[in-house]
């Protein structure tokens, strides 16, 4: 019988506090001082929590001798030369399946564009090498893209990370921020031209991110930034010791929340981070859900992180979440396990009664997840009468463990025949192999009939009865996020959005193969933020543009546009027929905000087939009492577009 590998973790570790300068480039930049202390720390940090297969170092320390040459030899300086080797030596040496970590910190800039570089771009943003200044090359963030392109085309998991500014003039230095002052991009030399003319920069069209700063495009891998785009990334020290605000916040978090960090999402760790570091703003682009250093996305429900004060917890979402009163929310590990009863909603906020045991002592800020939806009216599931009156008992103590309000399971001599208001409910009926189907309103499934790409084959009734729950509760959530359309304001939009094409010839369905534009206008008299969603027909909801948790924020007068193509997941291509037949649905949402930037990745579900993915612990629990509250200097619009999908 074959072995099964273990996976590898490889690492590559650049750090540049000395940058080199022999008057090549007519143009110097100054050296920084905690950019091989990351490395260090984060060197230290790998061994001690993670096994490393191999672990490489490239950074450039001031000699104490002679503090303008550097301490290490030429192999393991940071230069152009022996970055590319190591990727290089990466793509022969890991295999699929294995993990490999770029951290580069020191220097970022602006670099004028080369005869290769991406269209549209004015210039190239850039990691500088210790020997820039020397004429030699930087690593460009498109060219570094196609390096970690390739690597993720062999299976390898890729994750970045990045403690360097990526904007006009952000750079690291001088003690406290990475930025030289007055900086001007030198011209281009023969050699940038000579480096990039054997890569070859493709713009990249996937399902649910899109281009992102540095010409990252990080799909199947995940990059940490230390701050936006038009932020300064910060040094600071500690016990007499320079690092970078971003590294230090990293390694600090996992030092102070073991074992339970390691569980942690990107998404999470980002959220932490973020606070420490105030007012520098650390992103995550790509698979944001992935556990640090796992290699599989947890769709357990994204956490959110909750403030405690006294009993009260207050939450960052709020009715535009879709979130209502009596929803649960419960805490994460290692946080003792406590219950969040929401009990007042506002737009943006809500705040949630603690049940816990008097003994219970919480920290400031905790990670929630939601593990009981709220309904405000009845819930009516219909039941086929050839379904055991087991299998009915436990669908329904099933549902009342994912949803807080009333449920009827209501037994039926035949689904789709029902009259008055049952009909709008949700129908489960048994198929001829056994199995489960499941089908709803129209409006919220999109079609007549059960649900596409859903199979219910469990062993045994009781489990049956579990899985139905599951898929149940997740189109409960889905047609709640579905109808924040119908809760926004119904004003007169201060904005444009267009999707061209929208549909093809005639008002028929789009191929796969197409590539949609979508452009938003800002036709306010003040900035917006927008997000865009995508309500898929397997019944996911992601967060499609911008990648990283927020929004994009459009000045006055201005747009924005980007391209995307939608695919049809092979669940629902496995009946050709079918598949032939009726279109495939999805909904491009547009939510705009005004004075307030939100995040909305809390909305995010999988496929309906993964539904148990989002899965948690359940336990008991009651509603409660509500008093709802307004923030009247808050405006917020959503606009649907559909788009049907068909055969190539």
Sequence with gaps: MATQ?????????????????????????????GCVNDVKVIREFLRNEFQSHKLCILTSSPSSANPTIPEELDDCLPTFKNIKRE??????????????????????????????????????????TMDYCCGK?????????????????????????????????????????????DWTPPPNLPIDEAVVQETSSEPNCRHGELDVSWDINPDGFTLMAACESTEYAAEKTVDGTTYGAFTHALCGYFQRNQPGAMFSTYRTIRDHIARDISPQNPRVYGRDRLAFFGNKELFSA????????????????????????????????????????????GDFESKAHIVRD????????????PFRWSSEETLKVLVESSLPRRFQKELSNG???????????????????????????????????????????????????????????????DKQATESAVALTHLFRFEQILNLRNQAPQDTAPFEVTLDPESGPDGSPLSESSTIKFTFKNNDEAELHFTVINLGPGFHVKQLFPSEDSPKTVPRGETRSFSFRLKIPNELKRDRADYQRHPHRDIIRT????????????LELPDIWNADQVESGRRSGSGRDVELLFDLDFSWWIQDNVILIGLN
């Design 5 to 33: 590998t273990l996976p590898k973790r490889f690492a590559l570790l650049v750090g540049v506090d000395l940058y080199l300068n022999d008057g090549s480039r007519k143009s110097k930049v100054n050296n920084l001082q």
């Design 87 to 128: 990727f290089d030596n990466m793509y022969e040496q890991a295999c699929p399946g294995d993990l490999f970590f770029f951290h580069f910190s020191g220097h970022g800039a602006e670099l004028q564009r080369t005869s290769n570089s991406p269209a549209g771009r004015l210039k190239d943003a850039s990691l500088l």
């Design 137 to 181: 090359p930087a690593v460009r963030g498109w060219q570094l893209n196609e390096w970690l392109k390739k690597l993720n085309e062999k299976k390898i998991h890729v994750v970045v990370s990045l403690d360097s500014c990526h904007a006009a003039g952000s750079w690291r230095n001088d003690g406290s921020l990475r930025t030289p002052k």
């Design 302 to 345: 994204t956490p959110v992180l909750a403030e405690i004060k006294g009993d009260v917890a207050s939450l960052p979402i709020g009715r535009v979440h879709g979130v209502k009163t009596g929803a649960e929310f419960a805490t994460r590990p290692p946080t003792s396990e406590v219950t969040l009863s929401i009990s007042e909603v």
């Design 358 to 369: 008097s003994s219970q002592t919480l920290p400031q800020h905790i990670e929630v997840v």
């Design 399 to 461: 549902l009342q463990k994912r949803i807080v309000g009333d449920i009827e399971v209501i037994e039926v001599n035949e689904v789709g025949k029902a009259h008055g208001p049952e009909a709008a409910g949700f129908g489960l009926k048994t198929t001829v192999d056994g199995g489960i189907d499941i089908s709803g309103p129209a409006s919220l499934i999109g079609y007549e009939g059960p649900v596409r790409g859903l199979e219910i084959k469990a062993q045994n009734e």
């Design 591 to 602: 939510v705009v905000t005004r004075n307030k930037k939100l995040s909305f990745k809390s």
